[in-house]
């Protein structure tokens, strides 16, 4: 294997990277200068000095203070509301939308419908761990998943985790019903029962 | 133009049909045969002695008692709730997915954005005397329309228009947050504030 | 079932309509008033007195002399190169295209891989009789099929069929090659084999 | 920016890519073992050291002997054919069809069509001198360009470079015509006509 190909390999483990956009990657690697090379190189090698999983959250970021990240030392969000993503990219999502001000926790993981062994598919003992440190605060613990079964059944076994572990807190769900740009029309029946169900003035 | 070419324009007003499906259309109907094709023409023409509005919600339907359909003859259907829709088509979703058990009252259409005379985009008048009729049963109206800026308009101009002229009625909307099937990587920022808004326990 | 559903069923048969489609049809035609229905139940029926198959080519086609079509008719075409094609809105394409000044044939169907009786799936009977009637003056038939395995097959059966009955008439098929707009980078094997082999000047 | 958006913002350079895609890359490559890390970071500046320009056919490979490439080495290859593509990657769907044994050129670009300066868009130099050095051994130029407006310039403009530098070469382009998987039916008139007149026996 030569140089070529062995960067094409790598390239497709990448995620939703197939052979052809694999060997385009590589091509367009190979025709860039030495230098721009060299700064790509470093900045992956960068990741391995610079960032870390923030203890409090769980989230991959730049090191800040005591392994902290800036979200969770941010003193002017709420700390009654913890909200449960599964991986890092969905806080990026919920940041942007501009609508939550609590805290975050990263579960690393979601649980598949028949798995045999939950505890095993996300950070069980962190979150155990933060449910007790945040035992005074903590009011709400919202469960932020994909509307699909995957979703649904990480939901259910957070849910019971939650409750087992911090009897006293509420936990919430996302919202369901019409998304954005949904013309009635096209509606699922599942949807429509939500929309219809959770109609407000 | 000869009878193929006059049966592919009639069928290139058909919504959502272009030149080539017409055509389509058309040899499927000249490879009929001849009773096929009589059937076809006596069901379309069926329609003209056996179909006519409701009077009471105004969508097509088979002539039952006094010009009213089966749904609102329904003595088992809810009479204090009225589901306004754009048309007949989202009744049947609305039924099929089996979560409503008021009445229905259908528009006729919807009100685009900037339009200036929004009276004339529905049936006003029809509505008007429908609250008139059912002021002393009917306590909510939902309006059910699509989650796109002319669904939203036309559930603006349609809450002043009830609150104008049956002040004591409820209004209500669809749900909005997640659809079915939706992942949280791909979901908008909208549906993510509205979901993260309405969020249920 | 009543009127609307009906026609709904009807409309379901038609080639390449879902179920939403077809009720979507339907409410077109019930908003129709009753002389636009009344237009389009008589062009449906006016196929059965208008059209018929043209006996030299057996395309449908508008009622001319002698049971022949306009094209079978035209005495500035080639007769001596008959194309063969699957159905009769081929022939539409290839006058579009404006390429082909010879006679047409419509097969009335394509034959499966593994079909065991492929004589009976296209007009075998009238081909035999029309390559006999025209043995004098027809010196090549075109093949023109799609560029899938039963195109193919339908090809290949079709070539031994005519050098059966008309041993001295040469049989030609479509070029294959690169399509209009198809870039490099995502063309097939099989694609490139042929622009490769049949590469021009 | 710190060290994940730094990574961002490269892949984002990459083609094809988006903001949302180039995250999850970043993720991706945030979420591997250090160990992981260095090995694409080597393999990226690996190409640095051991990948340059063929001196024969211009395209980016491995060293070989004298800087020249495996397949100009392969002295079992026509010297008689030269294939001309837009870029490496084409050599490679070319090869993977497995119907061509000549030698190639990979011209680094394509000329859009009312581009002033034709000369500077590809390795004119480089292929002059190609030309020349090949001029004893050379009779046929194959131009491999995609079916667009883009590379049917590229082609024009290549025809007439050849015939000068090379008066007595001759060139040749791709067949056109249907491709693999084509149904006649939803074929354009440009192709038909060249499937109608490349048609073969």
């Keep these: 294997m030569n140089a070529l190909e062995k960067l094409t390999e790598l390239f497709r483990r990448f995620p939703g990277i197939g052979p052809r956009q ?6 367009f690697v190979a025709n860039m200068t030495p230098a ?5 190189a470093e900045a992956i090698q960068g990741l391995s000095k610079n960032i870390s999983l923030c203890v409090e959250c769980q989230r991959l970021t730049e090191l800040q203070i005591c392994s902290t990240c800036r979200l969770c030392l941010d003193e002017s969000r709420d ?3 913890l ?3 599964e991986k890092d990219t969905d806080i990026r999502s919920i940041e942007h939308a ?6 975050y926790f990263v579960l690393g993981g ?3 419908v028949l798995d045999e062994n939950p505890l095993s598919r996300f950070r069980s003992e962190e979150l155990k761990r933060k449910l007790q440190n945040e035992s005074s605060t903590l009011k709400e613990v919202v469960l932020a998943f994909s509307a699909t079964p995957q979703g649904e059944h990480t939901t ?6 939650i409750h087992k572990h911090s009897p006293t807190v509420h936990t919430s769900v996302l919202g369901r019903g019409i998304s954005t740009g949904t013309e009635l029309e096209y509606i699922d029946d599942e949807t429509l029962r939500h929309a219809l169900k959770n109609r407000v003035e």
């Design 22 to 27: 694999a060997t385009r990657f590589t091509y």
């Design 36 to 40: 721009q090379r060299t700064l790509l």
């Design 79 to 81: 700390n009654s509301q």
């Design 83 to 85: 909200l449960l993503v």
């Design 98 to 103: 501009n609508a939550y001000t609590g805290k």
């Design 110 to 112: 979601s649980i598949p």
């Design 156 to 161: 259910d076994v957070l849910k019971e985790f």
